[in-house]
Structure formats: C-alpha cells, structure tokens
C-alpha cells in the first residue's frame, strides 16, 4: 500500500507494488487483473469493518452522544491503525475522477455506506433517540462527509488536525443536531 500512497495510484507500477509487499509478480495476478482489483479489495475490507464499527454502536442503546462518539471512534480508529489509507484514498478518488467507470463504482460504495447509515439512523428515529424531522438521507450523508473532510484536514495538517482532539466536538455537534427536543 506504501508505494500507492508515495508514488500515487496512477504512477505505482505492479513491479514496485509486489517488491514492496515481498510477493511475485505471478502471485498478484493469481489474485488480481490489476491494480484497480487490488484497491477495491483493499477498500471492500475496510468498508466491511467500518461497517462492523457502525453496527457495534447501535446494537447497544446507549445515549445517542455515546452512540455517535462509537461510530466515530471506529471509524477514526481504523484511520489511526493504518494512516496511510488516507493518502491512498484521495488518490483513488483523484483516479476515480478522471475515469468514469470507477467513479460510479466509487459512487455505489458510497452509496451502500449511505443506506446502511439510514437504516441505523432510521432505528433510531423509530426508538425515540433522535429528532422524527431529520432527514435521514441528508444525515447519512452529512455523517459521511464529516468523517471524510475530518480524515482528508487530518492528512494534509496532521500538526493541527488531529482526530483524536475532533472527536468530542464532532460527537456533540453531531448528537445535538439528532437529539430529539
């Protein structure tokens, strides 16, 4: 995944991509086509356990603070355990942008993430523990694009963007904005 990050997804070569990892040439595409197979490999095993994180957090009834602050946590955690994914990311994204195909696969991604946020939302709002007026769609994406710029400022002013100090702000903004009056 290093060489992704420093070299950009565009750049990196397979050659550099099995030398890092210490795996033959044969053993890649044994697994993979290209490049782009192996990136969504990766992102599938992330999203799976981001997923994890998300439903963890609401299958317990906590308070809604606590909830949103386990959601973050996870989701940031995975961040903290490999902080190159970020680099790797917006990369991709930047890949995804300039080719269409990947960029409505990306957008399906995303999307799966959005619906599984509504539903979680959706639970809560039938159990009391947010607002009957929120629009869940809106939130689920506001939520996301949260997460996402929080992640993005924390790469590019790491000496002043750290998640671990975002976490509570975010946590109460983000439950005060859900919480039902």
């Known amino acids: 995944m290093g060489v992704l990050a420093r070299s950009g997804f565009d750049r990196a070569t397979v050659d550099e991509i099995v030398r890092e990892a210490g795996f033959s040439k044969g053993a890649f595409y044994v697994h993979f086509e ?8 990766m992102l599938e095993e992330r999203i799976s ?8 957090a609401v299958e317990h009834t906590h308070p809604l603070a606590e909830n949103v602050q386990m959601i973050l946590s996870g989701v940031f955690g995975l961040l903290r355990d490999d902080p190159l994914w970020g680099s790797l990311y917006a990369e991709f994204a930047a890949h995804a942008s300039r080719n269409e ?4 696969r990306l957008a399906a991604m995303y999307e799966r993430w959005r619906e599984l946020i509504v539903d ?15 629009d869940l769609q809106f939130a689920a994406t506001l939520l996301i694009a949260t997460v996402e ?3 993005m ?3 590019l002013a790491p000496e002043t963007v750290r998640l671990e100090a975002m976490l509570e702000p975010l946590t109460l ?9």
């Open 34 to 41: 290209t490049k782009e197979d192996l990136f969504w490999a």
């Open 49 to 56: 356990r981001q997923q994890e994180a998300f439903r963890q």
């Open 101 to 104: 195909k990947v960029r409505q």
């Open 120 to 134: 979680i939302l959706s639970a809560s709002r039938d159990a009391g523990r947010i607002r009957k007026d929120i």
């Open 149 to 151: 710029g929080s992640i």
């Open 153 to 155: 400022q924390s790469h």
């Open 173 to 181: 903004t983000l439950s005060a904005w859900l919480a039902p009056d």
